[in-house]
Each structure stands twice: as structure tokens, then as C-alpha cells.
């Protein structure tokens, strides 16, 4: 089987669909286990994504400001 590719989207769409069935009260103890285990790691993931896009936005204000001093524009 081909397992999609893991993005932040699909990750919260997975998460969302555990907290539903949590929320049911219908999940037993082991199944309840699996699921808390696969959200845990599915929130990690989006936390290392969210890490990740504020790096990327932090290096684009970093480089928009030495643009922006090399070309000796003021500062706004």
C-alpha cells in the first residue's frame, strides 16, 4: 500500500480525527493507547513544522534587512 506523503495539513486532519473518536468514548484501552501514541508523534511533527516555517520566516526578515542596509534605505 502507498502511504501519502506526511505533510502539517494531513497531520492536523489526522489529529482532528483522533480527538473525535477519543472524544466518542467508544475507543477501548489498547485502542486508546495506539491513538494517543500516534498523536503524540503527529504533534511533534507539526511542532517541527511550525519550527521550521518560522526559521524560514526569520531568515527572510534577516535578509530583507540587509538588503535593506546595503542598499541604505531607511529602515521602516
Do not use: H, W
Amino acid at each position: 500500500m502507498n502511504t501519502p506523503e506526511r505533510t502539517y495539513e494531513t497531520a492536523t486532519a489526522r489529529l482532528e480525527e483522533i480527538i473525535k473518536r477519543l472524544d466518542s468514548g467508544e475507543a477501548g484501552l489498547r485502542e486508546t493507547l495506539d491513538l494517543v501514541k500516534e498523536g503524540r508523534g503527529l504533534v511533534e511533527f507539526c511542532a517541527g513544522e511550525l519550527d521550521a516555517v518560522g526559521r524560514g520566516l526569520e531568515e527572510l526578515r534577516l535578509e530583507e534587512l540587509v538588503a535593506r542596509l546595503d542598499s541604505g534605505a531607511p529602515q521602516q
